[in-house]
RNA sequence: GGCGGAUUAGUGUAGUGGCCUAGCACGGAGCUCUCUCACGGCUCAGACUCGGGUUCGAUUCCCGGAUCCGCUACCA
């Protein structure tokens, strides 16, 4: 292994299910990892130990897996850096919170979460900073004593970093270019919690990154505002020369109206905004997801790549070997993208007709078995051929194709309207002859040719025969060619079709 | 409110100080193919946020406004 290998981390919070936000976040640090030849990791940032939530990180393994995204170490995967949970990893944290408040660079704080909410309803802007830090009930206020007695007494604390202030922090971001903030507005953070022995998201981070040797830090833009209080971090644990470079991702917004994309959005609009169906362990809710709703894979990860980023070209269609190709953080776009799951359905149609008739009658087998019926694999890969390119999902297959498992009821009004007429009896009834003729339902052409001769011969209108034909087989003016039609209904079929079609349009 | 980020057709985006009559795709409209419905093919409509600069010239560079997004937690 090289020294300066590329390592980049995917660290979500086991919060609930995976946003398709972050999915994209974590394609984005695959694609990256793998064009450099470097490793992904896959971290569980669990330090909330309030908002865990059961199922969560099983249900991230399996997405990406679905997804074909895969992890060169963490979670699920092992690795020599691990563990790869951040709830294991307590005893690591407690001893740079030490380094820090040894070096002076980090202190104790007493005051309760109640007296910190009267500051703020008190004071407007109210912040932990160096204007204010020495109002509050800390180790820079409190006698030694008296923070040792507090310590010993078991008292709630927090570690709060101590930031000095008037200082420009610059942040060099991948995407956005130089970014710079005054250290005058970022607020002593804290950045351990006695109450459950746990660091907040910032010091864990850090220490995580370092300790497992992130190159490169992708994530989304919400943590722009708080990368210049990272950028600190590394410095005062003196890891400044091997701090990774950054890279905030464009959110993803709303198909409509403000705000970033969320899960009611989905409800409301009706797609997923999560890659897999999710049960909500505490109230049973099921939220939707992409592979459930039908979406392949591979649809899924084209339609999110492109989103905030393009080659540059006008090609749209990218196996995940182009993805990794191509891909470079340089051309990820700097504004958020609104989510149009339009765009995402016609991926999807286009990813299914490029599959083999074979493979979508393989797919398309269960959800017939769900309606009730069997078919013949052979059978059904013909009867897909011709229907195929009309879906943008397997599911939709039925609405195209369920005539041919059974026959109609009812006949479509406005194809009757429109498509039968007065003389339409009598041609079909001279039709059956001519179709009770025919042997071999399986030449299509030479079928179609004789039917088109006796319309000839007979000076009838081709449009009302056929029409007409195709109302009482499919119950619409819809549908694939019709000797294809006959040929999978068969003989006997065709012809009862036809003759109760008779008996009941008057 | 404070701080940061962003701003090309409805949406995703390309692009550039003059080659821009601003390209592509989705979506929309129409035409066409055809026994029908789709698919496909063709065509059309539709955009550089606004105001100041800089410049011979700005969609492109600078400043300001507006709008949108994010952060502003003992959440990540």
Redesign the pocket.
């Known amino acids: 292994m090289s020294e300066n290998k590329v390592r980049v981390r995917f ?3 086991p ?1 609930g299910p995976l946003h398709i936000g972050g999915v994209r976040t974590c394609l984005y640090n695959y694609l990256f990892a793998k064009k450099y030849g470097g490793d992904l990791l896959l971290r569980i ?1 669990d ?2 130990s ?2 865990f939530v059961p199922g969560a990180e099983e249900y991230i393994i399996e997405a990406f897996k679905w997804l074909g995204i895969t992890f060169d170490e963490g979670v699920g995967v092992g690795g020599e850096n691990g563990p790869y949970r951040q709830s294991e990893r307590r005893d690591i944290y407690k001893k740079y919170v030490q380094q820090l408040l040894d070096a002076g660079l980090a202190y104790y704080a ?4 109640e007296e ?1 909410e009267e500051k ?1 309803k008190e004071i ?2 109210f ?2 900073d160096s204007r204010t830090r020495m109002q509050g009930v800390n180790s820079l206020t409190l006698p030694a004593e008296e923070v040792k007695r507090r310590i010993e007494n078991g008292d ?1 604390y ?1 570690v709060r970093i101590k930031i000095e202030p008037d200082e420009d922090v610059e942040v060099d971001d991948m995407v ?2 130089k ?4 250290s005058n ?1 970022l ?1 002593d ?2 950045l351990y ?1 006695s ?1 459950d022995e ?5 010091l ?2 850090i220490v995580d990154d370092h300790l497992m040797k992130i190159t490169h830090v992708i994530r989304g ?6 990368a210049p209080l990272h950028v600190l971090l590394y410095r005062y644990l003196g890891w400044a020369d091997t701090m990774p470079r950054f890279a905030h991702l ?2 993803l ?1 709303k ?2 109206g ?3 994309l969320s899960k009611r959005d989905g409800d409301r609009l009706g797609f997923p905004v999560f890659p897999l169906q999710w049960t909500d362990p505490a109230t049973g809710a099921i939220s939707s997801g992409y592979r459930e709703s039908g979406y392949l894979p591979e649809a899924v990860v084209n339609f999110l790549a ?5 080659p ?1 070209t ?1 090609q ?1 269609m990218f196996s995940m070997e182009e993805l990794i190709q191509l891909f470079s953080i340089e ?1 990820v ?6 989510f ?1 799951y ?2 995402g ?2 991926f999807n149609h286009e990813y299914l ?1 490029k599959k083999s008739d074979d493979e979508v009658a393989e797919l398309f087998m269960p959800f017939l078995k769900e309606k009730g019926y069997e078919c013949e694999k052979s059978r059904l890969t013909y009867i897909v051929s011709l229907v195929k ?2 879906v943008s999902f397997i599911k939709d297959l039925w609405e195209q194709t369920s005539y041919f498992f059974e026959a109609p009821t009812e006949y479509d009004e406005k ?1 009757l309207k429109k ?1 039968w007429k007065p003389e339409s009896p009598q041609m079909l009834t001279e039709l059956m002859e001519v179709l009770d003729g025919i042997a071999d339902y399986s030449k299509v052409a030479e079928n ?1 040719q004789l039917v088109l001769d006796w319309v000839a011969s007979k000076e009838y209108n ?2 009302t025969v ?2 007409s ?2 109302i009482t087989l499919v119950g619409a ?7 294809n039609i006959i040929d999978i209904l068969g003989k006997e079929e065709t012809l009862a079709r036809v003759k109760r079609a008779l008996e009941v349009i008057k």
């Open positions: 660290a979500p919070s919060t940032e330090t909330d309030q908002r007493f005051d309760t979460p910190l703020r407007a802007n912040q932990y709630k927090v956005r270019g970014v710079v903030i005054n507005v607020d953070k804290v919690k109450a746990l660091p907040t998201y910032h864990a981070n833009e919400e943590w722009l505002p708080s464009p959110l917004l198909p409509e403000n705000g970033k492109l989103l905030g980023w393009n540059g006008d749209e051309r776009s700097k504004s958020g993208a609104r149009n339009e765009k359905t016609w007709i390119e009309r194809s498509r179609e081709l449009g056929m029409n034909f195709r003016a819809k549908g694939p060619h019709i000797f």
